[in-house]
Structures are given as structure tokens and as C-alpha cells.
């Protein structure tokens, strides 16, 4: 039945303006970075096409990322759960969403270090190592760490209210995105003395499997029109 419940999430009609909302924005720049991050994951196959324009693709998909983690951030700070009486679990619950959203923070922050790397033309092997692969591994690896956060709470922030076990098998699909933009990561690594990725299909079809995955996990995050909102019971 949670698979009926998980589609429906996808199929009701969304408010694709809400500006007032904190969860529409959290939602919104995830959906919008991931689309960039697709995008600048396609452009290597592409002629005609330098990689400064890659570069800028994914520079400003990783600063939408970081936007809507840092909203995350804040949002944990003040999330009321429906349900709960308990202020002490409810602060606790609050406490973890935001750890859980900082280190998502982090890691869109050394996405957009590594991606801010890339723009220097004149880095060695070894720095190229320093400056872009490492925080495009270690950034990855703190979506995953998020991700496996969120999925651990009965309501994670990245997803509206209702029903949990539903916000936690979205939060498992940010786990698998997390692991391909690990995956990515592993491929991009630069050869020492070739100046080449070790794999490069492999890193950029990692990066596109997973901006796919947040993609649709950010979708929910949209409110529902206020005639859409019931919801088959899982």
C-alpha cells in the first residue's frame, strides 16, 4: 500500500508558487538544482560546448543546493510535529532534522568549492586533486550522511507533514542519489601524470542517476492545491 501512497505523492496536483512557504523554497531549489545538475551532466556529450559552461551549470545547481539546505537548517530549528505533545521529543526531533540539514549544507557547500576549482585553469595534478576532487568525494559523502539522517526520522523536514513512513521512502531515494553522486565522484578521479578522470561516463552518468533520484524526492516537497490534499491511506 505505501507504494500506492508514494505515487499518489507524484501525481497530485501541485502550487508551483508559494514563495510564502519555507517548504516551497526548500523544495523549489532542489527541484532546480537537480535539473541543473542533469543538465551539466549531459553537456560533456554534447559538441560545441566549452566546459566553463558545465562549470557554471553545476556551480549554480550546487549554490541551489546550498540555499535549500540552509532553509532546511532553519526550518528544523522551528518544526512543529503534528501528533506530538511531547515539547522534549519534539525539540529533539528539531535538533536531529537540523544536524541532519547542516551537514547537507556542508556538503552543497564543497560541491560548490570543488565546482569553484574547476574555473582555475592553472591548477597542477595534485592540486586539482586537492581543490576539486576531494570536496566533489567529501561533499557527496555528507548527502549521503544526510540522507541516511533524514531516513532514520519518523518526520524528516525535507518533506511536508502526514505521513512519515512515506517522507522516509523519499528519504531513501536521497540515500541511492547520494550514493550515485558518490559513484560520480569515484570516476572523476584525476589519474596522476594523465590529467585525466578515471572514468568519465561513469562520473557524469553517476551525477545524472542521482540529480534524477533528488529530483523526484524534492517533488512532494511542492504543497498540494488545497483540493488535492487527501491522500490515499498507506
Known sequence: MWRKFLLHQFVQPRIL?????????????????????????????????????????YLVGSSLYLVGALI??????????????????????????????????IGALLFQT????????????????????????????????????????RYPI???Q????????????NIIGSAFFVISALGAYIVPLTDQSIYPQIANLGTFAGAVLFLLSSIPGLPAKPNSRTSPTP
Not at 510564502?20 to 560533456?44: E, H, M
Not at 566533489?136 to 531516513?151: E, I, K, N
Not at 502526514?162 to 531515494?173: K, Q, T, V
Open 158 to 160: 525535507q518533506h511536508r
Open 72 to 105: 532546511q537548517f532553519i526550518q528544523g530549528r522551528r518544526m512543529k510535529i503534528n501528533h506530538r505533545d511531547d515539547a522534549s521529543a519534539m525539540r529533539h526531533l528539531a535538533n536531529k532534522n537540523s544536524r541532519a540539514a547542516g551537514i547537507q549544507a
Open 17 to 57: 508558487w508559494a514563495p510564502r512557504d519555507p517548504g516551497w523554497w526548500i523544495a523549489i531549489t532542489f527541484i532546480l538544482g537537480s535539473v541543473l545538475f542533469c543538465v551539466g551532466a549531459i553537456l560533456p556529450f554534447t559538441s560545441g560546448l566549452s566546459t566553463a559552461v558545465t562549470n557554471v551549470v
Open 114 to 153: 570543488s565546482m569553484t576549482g574547476a574555473f582555475i585553469r592553472s591548477l597542477s595534478i595534485a592540486q586539482q586533486e586537492k581543490i576539486i576532487w576531494v570536496p566533489d568525494l567529501f561533499g557527496a559523502l555528507c548527502f549521503l550522511v544526510a540522507s541516511s539522517m533524514f531516513f532514520t526520522l
Open 162 to 173: 502526514g505521513n512519515g513512513r512515506s517522507a522516509r521512502e523519499l528519504a531513501m531515494m
